[in-house]
């Protein structure tokens, strides 16, 4: 497929849609499986599996138009990639289009979140991940998809839910009472609303799909058990949607598996998901 969901072409066209998809198929410092650059691709092609009304929200939230970016990245280092990344999403951003990034490796989303943080002076990042990625350096780069999380807290308070891998350099950097670990939050949904509360108003959300339970998404590059479910998610993701202004969003970490697109049918829903608690709680006007 060339655009996001299989939907009369007149609503994937740029100067008409209130939504901009940037695919951004960057793989070039994750550490265990490779693919991630295909995780784009994979999202566009299992959304023309997604019907177009979602019975939760009770939208068609594609007719306020959905643009899938064509723009191909150079990628020469992930410096050149972050600094490519922020200039593309700023220029989408002064086209007053919400913004969703489909990845590629974690390491897309810094370039976002900087260009967020120059329109947003109280911005806030809600991170959806298994993974804390808060090493100030690793590989010998601050641009590692491991760094992501500490280059976002030199530009905006970090939220982080489902964390259940950290290692010892990282708790230095770590905000005690803006880390829900997954071995907590999976007793009860009292956590919600704590979460939720330490955002400010305008908010960037990141979800590494590694946050959810390998048993639901096993295509990811750093699979981890012990993560959320589903249902639990969307909960969340409504609660989220109904408090604060989401201005930008992304989906990482997809390596699609050969033998099996249930991974990349999770994320291609999640991404229109997303769309729709945006539309709900944000119509188009």
């Known amino acids: 497929m060339e655009y996001f969901l299989e939907m009369p072409a007149c609503y994937a066209q740029l100067e008409n849609a209130k939504y901009a998809l940037l695919p951004v198929p960057y793989d070039g410092t994750s550490t265990y499986i490779k693919g ?4 784009p691709q994979a999202i566009i092609d299992a959304s023309d599996s997604i019907e177009l009304y979602d019975i939760e929200t009770h939208l068609e939230a594609y007719k306020s138009g959905i643009y899938t970016d064509k723009h191909t990245y150079s990628f020469i280092s992930p410096e050149k990639m972050v600094a490519e990344v922020k200039e593309r999403v ?11 990034l489909l ?3 974690h ?3 810094i370039g976002a979140i900087e260009a967020f943080a120059e329109k947003y002076s109280n911005l806030s990042v809600l991170q959806i991940d298994a993974h804390a990625d808060l090493r100030d350096t690793y590989n010998g780069s601050r641009y590692n998809h491991a760094c992501v999380m500490r280059r976002a807290q030199e530009f905006a308070r970090v939220v982080q839910v489902g964390i259940r891998n950290v290692c010892i350099e990282e708790k230095k950097y770590i905000v005690p009472e803006n880390i829900f670990y997954a071995h907590i939050i999976c007793r009860g949904t009292h956590w919600m609303q704590k979460a939720i509360n330490r955002l400010s108003e305008y908010v960037y959300l990141t979800i590494d799909l590694d946050g959810f339970d390998p048993s639901i998404v096993p295509a990811t590059g750093t699979p981890l058990p012990g993560g959320l479910m589903w249902y639990e998610t969307l909960a969340f993701l409504e609660l989220l949607f109904k408090s604060k202004k989401i201005v930008g969003f992304d989906v990482v970490e997809l390596c699609p598996q050969k033998e099996s697109k249930v991974s990349d049918v999770l994320a291609a829903v999640l991404v229109y998901k997303i769309i729709s608690f945006m539309e709900k709680n944000e119509p188009f006007v």
């Open 36 to 39: 991630a650059e295909k995780g």
């Open 90 to 100: 700023s220029f989408f951003i002064k086209q007053n289009k919400k913004v969703g």
């Open 103 to 105: 990845g590629g490796e």
């Open 107 to 109: 390491s897309i989303s």
